[in-house]
T-cell receptor, first 115, second 114 residues
């Protein structure tokens, strides 16, 4: 049981390049999401998904695309990288077992630098 | 949307003293309030959470209180130790079927001096 796995861990991109951050979870969680964390700040929600085939925008979605073709995977695509997208990206997953609140599991993060 | 404010941004305490971090939220529909500890270069780690049907929760040296009327919640760390030094984040969400849409506070950098 690996939990939430993100790849790559580190990446340097040139402005204008595109790339995909991979996220996979093996806990059969229906909820997955992507956050970014800029230096000295809290995490901000980019996109989220409540199940396969269903995605929606979070607080800071511009410049990013997502898709959810399977329960396990939730890749984040940077269409045309910009220096403002230099950040640490965290993928997260959770399940709802009824009641209030879901315990959310974070991946280890992906450090992205756009030059 | 939800807005979470966290204070103070930095907190320096002597080992053995208590530390208190306060957060306020704006959306009265929020019902799930986790606290995360993040060490340098690591992922956020859940240390405690509280749900809207509870006013207080304690886990060893850590406690959290929630005041729904005032829309604020607080983290209390007693008998602080050097390994408590880290950045702490509060967050709020509607939880349940809303999934994992967390709104985070700006973080508190805690330094415990030996």
């Amino acid at each position: 049981n690996a939990g939430v796995t993100q790849t790559p861990k580190f990446q340097v991109l040139k402005t204008g390049q595109s790339m995909t951050l991979q996220c996979a979870q093996d806990m059969n969680h229906e909820y997955m999401s992507w956050y970014r964390q800029d230096p000295g700040m809290g995490l901000r929600l980019i996109h989220y998904s409540v199940g396969a085939g269903i995605t929606d925008q979070g607080e800071v979605p511009n410049g990013y695309n997502v898709s959810r073709s399977t329960t396990e995977d939730f890749p984040l695509r940077l269409l045309s990288a910009a220096p403002s997208q230099t950040s640490v990206y965290f993928c997260a997953s959770s399940t709802w077992t009824g009641g209030i609140g879901n315990t959310i599991y974070f991946g280890e993060g992906s450090w992205l630098t756009v030059v | 949307g939800e807005n979470v404010e966290q204070h103070p941004s930095t907190l320096s305490v002597q080992e053995g003293d208590s530390a208190v971090i306060k957060c306020t939220y704006s959306d009265s529909a929020s019902n799930y309030f986790p606290w995360y500890k993040q060490e340098l270069g690591k992922r956020p780690q859940l240390i405690i959470d509280i749900r809207s049907n509870v006013g207080e929760k304690k886990d060893q040296r850590i406690a959290v209180t929630l005041n729904k009327t005032a829309k604020h919640f607080s983290l209390h760390i007693t008998e602080t130790q050097p390994e408590d030094s880290a950045v702490y984040f509060c967050a709020a969400s509607k939880g349940g079927a809303a999934g994992n849409k967390l709104t985070f506070g700006g973080g508190t950098r805690v330094l415990v001096k030996p």
